[in-house]
């Protein structure tokens, strides 16, 4: 990922700041480098790194790293690195029950949700990386605002996700096909009770992966034991 840059100094820090026990040590490294770095790629980088050791900063610390993630965002130039961002966000937050921020990142999500639903059919077969990424970000939105009751703004982002790939349709062709989300779409409305669009979504899945050599591993776990019995999985 954009993380990968080894050799350069920004990896040999980010390497060395995991290694770090004490948490007012850690804090203050991160303080340094957040100074001494001022060039957004590079802030990105260490912002990511500093999410996935917010736990042992605290709560004040936490809030502040994920005020970044705003700025953050509008300075990633790919779509996989606005998913590690929120994702690892969605997390912290949720760790230390900030649910006003959840909220806030949910409302972030809807904002870059069409981009990144247009960057995963744009991406090819060989992608993986990039794909988990945006998948991963979904599924544990979804899950997280499902704990937290947040039953209007999950209904408002299926449909805005079911939108987006109806909008992007045709970047399919020859690209990523789109099967994993239209599958988590229709665990979703089998969790609204409306059966009758889920159904709808499913056979066209269906309809999708004839003549395919084989289902991908995510599309198959979605697909096989019925969506409809693991809308606890959302």
Not at 194 to 222: N, Y
Request: some cysteine; proline content about 3%; glycine content about 6%.
């Amino acid at each position: 990922t954009f993380l990968d840059r080894s050799g350069d100094d920004l990896s040999r820090e980010l390497l060395e700041l995991r290694r770090i026990q004490d948490s007012d040590s850690l804090g203050s490294c991160l303080n340094a480098m957040l100074l001494r770095y001022t060039d957004p790629t590079e802030r990105i980088r260490i912002l990511l790194v500093a999410l996935q050791v917010a736990p042992r900063l605290g709560e004040r610390f936490a809030r502040r790293l994920i005020g970044d993630v705003w700025t953050a965002v509008d300075h990633c130039e790919q779509a996989f690195e606005k998913a590690d961002l929120l994702h690892h966000a969605f997390i912290i937050a949720a760790h230390f029950d900030q649910t006003d921020l959840v909220q806030k990142l949910v409302d972030l999500l809807g904002t870059v949700l069409p981009g990144l639903v247009h960057d995963y059919i744009s991406l090819t077969v060989a992608d993986r990386s990039p794909a988990e990424a945006i998948e991963t970000l979904l599924s544990q939105s979804f899950q997280g605002m499902r704990r937290l009751g947040m039953r209007e703004k999950m209904g408002l982002l299926y449909r805005q996700l079911e939108e987006s790939l109806s909008a992007s349709a045709n970047l399919g062709k020859g690209g990523h096909q789109p099967n994993h989300l239209l599958l988590r779409i229709a665990a979703g409305w089998y969790f609204f009770g409306q059966k009758e669009a889920a159904r709808d979504i499913t056979s066209e899945v269906l309809l999708r992966l004839k003549g395919e050599p084989r289902l991908d591993p995510p599309t198959a776990r979605l697909l096989c034991g019925r969506s409809e019995e693991h809308t606890s999985e959302l």
